[in-house]
């Protein structure tokens, strides 16, 4: 076992809800508001339909466990998965930019479940939910950038997010959360390729990963063993899912730096990797007081990530696949102003103005934007004017990047804007839901949200 390993299922195995300085508590309060947010707004969209009936199905009637979607009552298990589907489908859960990891959406459907199940405090929510965020920003930082390549990393560094998780809020001692990695680690799952198809699959990627950490950290407590190094080794994960694997990033600087206090909120309704470009095509045209006609030619200039995700969609066949189509978000973004849910429900696929738009887009590899990357996200547009000017639009920080982040007011209108979207609570309901995530940490007990 490397010393890395150990390390990290030490730390989280034995973090302490009085360990945590009081901007991490309040950030992930900020999170999982975020997080409710954006599976009450998937709530209706026809993927979670299919974990729902899924759930039914195969699982219990009724449970300790809710379902936010149709609050209905399940097991821990089925909640945890129908919730991390739901939370995925409208594209507006956090994102860790180094790791490239969306936490969120597998970390806190796990931990919800478990925590009504069990009868956990706010403060174990809590305790346990940052131990999941650093340890998936962790693993999904050793997995490096060829891993990205193929995998979904927030089905595959997720998985263990949401074990490490689950088993510190079941406060397994350091040996078992190594045996919770082993058993997350061998079931880590997500490829890529269900973009070319605009298939659901990101959406199972993440029932998986949330549900299957969940199920790794309860059988590891009750005495199954996993591998004792799932990173290294000549059959790790390493091994099989990357060529610039280090695993001295699993260990690094634990208890200094709080990885989830750097992760990011999605303002746009879309692919993260479209945001810096978006942003900074809003800041050019603003500038210079551009209208969509003005524009003949946006030349996006991205990291290549960016060119490996969203390279795969030319023209999208549906709502999902055309927020990973930088030519789409952009034309909302040059036409309607936005690219938030309501832009790309009535316009991404009928808009013909759009369509033209996302004709006159094209990405082109940036050797600054890619050195930055995935630390930073830069975004830089050359915009070409129907006048014959050639403009620039630079943004170094996305908004809801912790240095241009969203503040609690900010987070409250775009959670109350999500509900609305989906019409999955009244203004009542939504308040109350926001006074009981930003009472997390006095809360005796986490109960349901929703659920009659």
């Known amino acids: 076992m490397s010393d890395s390993t150990r390390q990290l299922a030490d730390f989280c195995a034995n973090l302490r809800f009085d360990d945590l300085p009081a901007h991490v508590v309040a950030r992930c309060e900020d999170l999982c508001l975020d997080w409710l947010g954006s599976a009450l707004a998937g709530s209706r969209q026809h993927p979670t339909a299919a974990f729902e009936r899924h759930a039914a199905a195969m699982g219990p009637a009724r449970g300790d466990a809710e379902i936010l979607s149709s609050r209905a009552t399940t097991s821990p298990y089925f909640a945890a998965f129908v919730n991390a589907a739901a939370s995925h489908v409208v594209e507006q859960d956090d994102l860790h930019n180094s790791s490239v990891l969306h936490p969120a959406t597998v970390v806190f459907p796990a931990v919800l479940a478990l925590a009504q199940a069990r009868g956990a405090s706010g403060r174990d929510l809590i305790t346990a939910s940052v131990a999941g965020y650093e340890a998936g920003v962790r693993v999904g930082e050793f997995l490096g950038r060829s891993h990205y390549r193929v995998f979904h990393t ?62 790794s950290a309860l059988m590891a407590a009750d005495g199954l063993t996993g591998a004792q190094d799932i990173f290294g080794g000549s059959q790790g994960m390493a091994a099989g899912m990357s060529t610039d694997a280090d695993t001295a990033k699993l260990a690094a600087e634990l208890g200094s730096r709080w990885a989830l206090a750097e992760t990011s909120f999605k303002f746009h309704a879309s692919c993260r990797h479209t945001h810096p470009a978006a942003d900074a095509l809003l800041a050019v045209m603003a500038e210079h007081e551009l209208a969509a006609n003005d524009i003949e030619r946006v030349v996006a200039r991205v990291h290549q990530g960016a060119i490996d995700v969203l390279g795969a969609v030319d023209v999208p066949r549906t709502i999902h696949q055309a927020k990973f189509s930088m030519g789409t978000v952009l034309g909302l973004i040059a036409v309607h102003g936005a690219a938030g849910l309501t832009e790309f429900d009535t316009r991404a696929l009928t808009d013909d103005t759009v369509a033209a738009f996302r004709d006159r887009v094209a990405m082109q590899l940036d050797a600054e934007v890619d050195a930055a990357y995935p630390s930073r996200w830069l975004g830089r547009v050359d915009v070409t004017t129907t006048d014959g000017r050639r403009l620039t639009g630079a943004i170094d920080e996305p908004k809801g990047d912790p240095g241009n982040t969203l503040s609690r007011t900010e987070l409250e209108d775009k959670f109350a804007r999500l509900v609305r979207f989906a019409g999955a609570a009244d203004e009542t309901e939504t308040r109350r839901m926001i006074d009981t995530i930003w009472g997390l940490a006095t809360l005796d007990r986490v109960p349901l949200l929703r659920a009659s």
Request: aromatic letters at 4%; charged letters at 15%; hydrophobic letters at 50%.
């Open 154 to 215: 927030t089905g595959t560094a997720g998985t263990l997010a949401a074990a490490v998780a689950a088993g510190r809020l079941l406060n397994v001692d350091t040996d078992t959360m190594i045996h919770v990695l082993g058993n997350a680690g061998t079931q880590a799952a997500g490829l890529w390729a269900f973009l070319r198809d605009g298939a659901d699959s990101k959406q199972l990627h993440t029932a998986k990963a949330a549900a299957d950490g969940l199920r």
